[in-house]
C-alpha cells in the first residue's frame, strides 16, 4: 500500500521510498482530518449528520478510492495500533470529558451512573459472556453527546455522559482483569479474587488521578508560574494531566478513570490557581485535542471497514460473519435492556422528587443512546484477535469483522436516529438556560463541584435569573446532605491549601478571580 502511494507522487529530495510513502500517507491523513472539520462544519445547523457519522462516512469513501488504486489489496493510509488509541489518542478524549464536564450535575446524579456505568456493564457483559461481553460492552458516547445537550436535557446528558466514562473504563478494566484469570474451571475463590481484583483497580485508578490532579493544584498555587511565563502553566497542566494517565498504565491501573477524575480536580482547583490567559488557552487546547482525537478515530474506523486482509479470511463463509454479527447485536439489545430499566426502576425508589426520577421515556433514549459501539470497542478489539493490526486466523477476522458491522451499524444507524427519537419522545420545551456568559469556569458553569458559596450569584448575559432567591436557597443549602458536607469540607480543608474559586494568587499585580 505504502509503494502504490508512493507512485502517485515525485520523490522528495534525499527521502528514501518508505520515508516518502510514510509522508505521503501522513499529508493525505490530515487532509482528510480537514476535510472532516469543513464538511463537519457546513453540517454545523443539521444534527442528524453530526462529525463522528461525517468522519465514518468519509472514511469509508477515502477507503473505497484507496482499494481501487492499491488493486484491492489495502484500504488504509495507516496501521491501527492499539498503544497509539491508548497512549496517544483516548487520554485527550477522557481528560477533556472530566475537565469540561457540569461537576454539579454529574455529582448529584454520582450513584445512579456508578449503577449504569459499572454494574450495568457487568450485567451486559455477563449476557454477551466475558472477555468478547467486555469488548462490546464498551458503549460510544462521543456520537451521542454531540446530539444531546447539556441545557436543553440535563438529566439525559449528565447520565449518559457519565455513564459512557464510567462504562468505558469498567469495559477496559473488565477486559484486563479477565485477561489475568482463568475462567475455564470458575470456583467461589477465583470469582472472590476477580471480584476483588476489579474493586481495587476501579478504586486505585479513581484516587491516582485526583491526586495528581490536587499535586498539580498545589504546585501551581504555591509557586505561581503566572507571574513569570504562562506558557509554563499552560505546559505543567497538560504534562499533569497526561502524567496522570502513564502512571496508571504504569501501576497496571485504568487510565481512562485516572485520567476523568483528574480532569474533574483540575477543573474545580488547579484552573481557578493559574492566570486568566491560562485559563482561556487550557480551555481551548483541551477542547481542540479532544476533537483532533475524536475526528481521527472515526476517520481511521470507516477506512479499517473495507481492509481486505481481514475480510478475505471471511469471504469463504459470509453467512457465518453475518450470523455472528447479528447473534452480537441482538446480544447488545438484550443486555443493555437487561440493565438499564431494572437499575432505573431501583435509582427511582432512592429519589424522593419525582423531578428527578428518570421517566419511561427518559429510560427508553438511554437505552438508545447506549447502543452505539465506537473506539474502544474497535481496541479492544485488536488487543484481543490481532498482532500489530493483522491477523492470520479465520476466528480472529471473523470477530474483528464482527466489531467493524457493529461499529459501522450501530454508529450509523442508532446516531442518525437518535435526534429524532428524543423530538419524538421529549419535545422541546422553552426552558431559560442556566448557563452564563462568564468564562470562571472550564465550561462557563454556574456552580462549582457539588456547589460552593462562590458559584451562588449567577447572571445570563449580564441579566439577573428569574427567582434569584429561589436559585441562591438551592446551591447554599442543597437538599443532599452529601453536598454540604462536601461543601463545608472543601471550604475548611481543601482550597485554603488547593486553591481553587476565589483563590487570590499571592504574587503583587498577579489577576484575582472575580468576586460572586
Request: hydrophobic share 50%; aromatic share 12%; proline share 4%.
Given at each position: 500500500?505504502?509503494?502504490?502511494?508512493?507512485?502517485?507522487?515525485?520523490?522528495?529530495?534525499?527521502?528514501?521510498?518508505?520515508?516518502?510513502?510514510?509522508?505521503?500517507?501522513?499529508?493525505?491523513?490530515?487532509?482528510?482530518?480537514?476535510?472532516?472539520?469543513?464538511?463537519?462544519?457546513?453540517?454545523?445547523?443539521?444534527?442528524?449528520?453530526?462529525?463522528?457519522?461525517?468522519?465514518?462516512?468519509?472514511?469509508?469513501?477515502?477507503?473505497?478510492?484507496?482499494?481501487?488504486?492499491?488493486?484491492?489489496?489495502?484500504?488504509?493510509?495507516?496501521?491501527?495500533?492499539?498503544?497509539?488509541?491508548?497512549?496517544?489518542?483516548?487520554?485527550?478524549?477522557?481528560?477533556?470529558?472530566?475537565?469540561?464536564?457540569?461537576?454539579?450535575?454529574?455529582?448529584?446524579?454520582?450513584?445512579?451512573?456508578?449503577?449504569?456505568?459499572?454494574?450495568?456493564?457487568?450485567?451486559?457483559?455477563?449476557?454477551?459472556?466475558?472477555?468478547?461481553?467486555?469488548?462490546?460492552?464498551?458503549?460510544?458516547?462521543?456520537c451521542t453527546l454531540q446530539v444531546l445537550h447539556q441545557d436543553e436535557t440535563p438529566l439525559l446528558y449528565s447520565l449518559v455522559f457519565g455513564e459512557g466514562v464510567v462504562n468505558d473504563a469498567t469495559s477496559v478494566v473488565l477486559f484486563n482483569a479477565i485477561q489475568n484469570f482463568d475462567l475455564t474451571s470458575v470456583n467461589l475463590s477465583i470469582a472472590l479474587s476477580f471480584l476483588g481484583n476489579f474493586f481495587?483497580?476501579?478504586?486505585?485508578?479513581?484516587?491516582?488521578?485526583?491526586?495528581?490532579?490536587?499535586?498539580?493544584?498545589?504546585?501551581?498555587?504555591?509557586?505561581?508560574?503566572?507571574?513569570?511565563?504562562?506558557?509554563?502553566?499552560?505546559?505543567?497542566?497538560?504534562?499533569?494531566?497526561?502524567?496522570?494517565?502513564?502512571?496508571?498504565?504504569?501501576?497496571?491501573?485504568?487510565?481512562?478513570?485516572?485520567?476523568?477524575?483528574?480532569?474533574?480536580?483540575?477543573?474545580?482547583?488547579?484552573?481557578?490557581?493559574?492566570?486568566?490567559?491560562?485559563?482561556?488557552?487550557?480551555?481551548?487546547?483541551?477542547?481542540?485535542?479532544?476533537?483532533?482525537?475524536?475526528?481521527?478515530?472515526?476517520?481511521?474506523?470507516?477506512?479499517?471497514?473495507?481492509?481486505?486482509?481481514?475480510?478475505?479470511?471471511?469471504?469463504?463463509?459470509?453467512?457465518?460473519?453475518?450470523?455472528?454479527?447479528?447473534?452480537?447485536?441482538?446480544?447488545?439489545?438484550?443486555?443493555?435492556?437487561?440493565?438499564?430499566?431494572?437499575?432505573?426502576?431501583?435509582?427511582?425508589?432512592?429519589?424522593?422528587?419525582?423531578?428527578?426520577?428518570?421517566?419511561?421515556?427518559?429510560?427508553?433514549i438511554i437505552w438508545w443512546a447506549g447502543l452505539m459501539r465506537g473506539a474502544v470497542s474497535m481496541a479492544l478489539a485488536y488487543n484481543k484477535f490481532t498482532r500489530s493490526g493483522h491477523t492470520q486466523l479465520q476466528d480472529n477476522a471473523i470477530m474483528i469483522t464482527s466489531t467493524i458491522t457493529i461499529v459501522l451499524f450501530s454508529t450509523m444507524l442508532f446516531g442518525l436516529l437518535t435526534k429524532p427519537l428524543?423530538?419524538?419522545?421529549?419535545?422541546?420545551?422553552?426552558?431559560?438556560?442556566?448557563?452564563?456568559?462568564?468564562?470562571?469556569?472550564?465550561?462557563?458553569?454556574?456552580?462549582?463541584?457539588?456547589?460552593?458559596?462562590?458559584?451562588?450569584?449567577?447572571?445570563?448575559?449580564?441579566?439577573?435569573?428569574?427567582?434569584?432567591?429561589?436559585?441562591?436557597?438551592?446551591?447554599?443549602?442543597?437538599?443532599?446532605?452529601?453536598?454540604?458536607?462536601?461543601?463545608?469540607?472543601?471550604?475548611?480543608?481543601?482550597?485554603?491549601?488547593?486553591?481553587?474559586?476565589?483563590?487570590?494568587?499571592?504574587?503583587?499585580?498577579?489577576?484575582?478571580?472575580?468576586?460572586?
Amino acid at each position: 500500500m505504502a509503494s502504490v502511494l508512493a507512485n502517485l507522487f515525485p520523490k522528495l529530495g534525499s527521502l528514501g521510498t518508505s520515508d516518502h510513502a510514510s509522508v505521503v500517507s501522513i499529508n493525505l491523513f490530515v487532509a482528510l482530518l480537514c476535510a472532516c472539520i469543513i464538511i463537519g462544519h457546513l453540517l454545523e445547523e443539521n444534527r442528524w449528520v453530526n462529525e463522528s457519522i461525517t468522519a465514518l462516512i468519509i472514511g469509508l469513501g477515502t477507503g473505497v478510492v484507496i482499494l481501487l488504486i492499491s488493486g484491492g489489496k489495502s484500504s488504509h493510509l495507516l496501521v491501527f495500533s492499539e498503544d497509539l488509541f491508548f497512549i496517544y489518542l483516548l487520554p485527550p478524549i477522557i481528560f477533556n470529558a472530566g475537565f469540561q464536564v457540569k461537576k454539579k450535575q454529574f455529582f448529584v446524579n454520582f450513584i445512579t451512573i456508578m449503577m449504569f456505568g459499572a454494574i450495568g456493564t457487568l450485567v451486559s457483559c455477563a449476557i454477551i459472556s466475558l472477555a468478547i461481553g467486555a469488548i462490546f460492552a464498551a458503549t460510544d458516547s462521543v456520537c451521542t453527546l454531540q446530539v444531546l445537550h447539556q441545557d436543553e436535557t440535563p438529566l439525559l446528558y449528565s447520565l449518559v455522559f457519565g455513564e459512557g466514562v464510567v462504562n468505558d473504563a469498567t469495559s477496559v478494566v473488565l477486559f484486563n482483569a479477565i485477561q489475568n484469570f482463568d475462567l475455564t474451571s470458575v470456583n467461589l475463590s477465583i470469582a472472590l479474587s476477580f471480584l476483588g481484583n476489579f474493586f481495587y483497580l476501579f478504586l486505585a485508578s479513581t484516587l491516582l488521578g485526583a491526586a495528581t490532579g490536587l499535586l498539580s493544584a498545589y504546585i501551581i498555587k504555591k509557586l505561581y508560574f503566572g507571574r513569570h511565563s504562562t506558557d509554563r502553566e499552560v505546559a505543567l497542566m497538560m504534562l499533569m494531566a497526561y502524567l496522570s494517565y502513564m502512571l496508571a498504565e504504569l501501576f497496571y491501573l485504568s487510565g481512562i478513570l485516572t485520567v476523568f477524575f483528574c480532569g474533574i480536580v483540575m477543573s474545580h482547583y488547579t484552573w481557578h490557581n493559574v492566570t486568566e490567559s491560562s485559563r482561556v488557552t487550557t480551555r481551548h487546547a483541551f477542547a481542540t485535542l479532544s476533537f483532533l482525537a475524536e475526528t481521527f478515530l472515526f476517520l481511521y474506523v470507516g477506512m479499517d471497514a473495507l481492509d481486505i486482509e481481514k475480510w478475505k479470511f471471511v469471504s469463504d463463509s459470509p453467512g457465518l460473519s453475518i450470523a455472528v454479527s447479528s447473534i452480537l447485536m441482538g446480544l447488545i439489545l438484550l443486555g443493555r435492556a437487561a440493565f438499564v430499566f431494572p437499575l432505573s426502576f431501583l435509582s427511582n425508589l432512592m429519589k424522593k422528587s419525582s423531578e428527578e426520577k428518570i421517566t419511561f421515556r427518559q429510560q427508553v433514549i438511554i437505552w438508545w443512546a447506549g447502543l452505539m459501539r465506537g473506539a474502544v470497542s474497535m481496541a479492544l478489539a485488536y488487543n484481543k484477535f490481532t498482532r500489530s493490526g493483522h491477523t492470520q486466523l479465520q476466528d480472529n477476522a471473523i470477530m474483528i469483522t464482527s466489531t467493524i458491522t457493529i461499529v459501522l451499524f450501530s454508529t450509523m444507524l442508532f446516531g442518525l436516529l437518535t435526534k429524532p427519537l428524543i423530538s419524538l419522545l421529549l419535545p422541546p420545551q422553552r426552558q431559560l438556560s442556566t448557563v452564563s456568559s462568564d468564562a470562571n469556569t472550564p465550561k462557563s458553569l454556574t456552580a462549582p463541584l457539588l456547589g460552593s458559596r462562590e458559584g451562588s450569584d449567577v447572571d445570563l448575559n449580564g441579566q439577573d435569573l428569574p427567582h434569584p432567591p429561589s436559585l441562591r436557597m438551592l446551591l447554599t443549602a442543597p437538599s443532599h446532605k452529601v453536598h454540604r458536607y462536601w461543601r463545608t469540607f472543601d471550604d475548611t480543608f481543601m482550597r485554603p491549601m488547593f486553591g481553587g474559586r476565589g483563590f487570590a494568587p499571592p504574587a503583587p499585580g498577579s489577576p484575582t478571580e472575580p468576586g460572586p
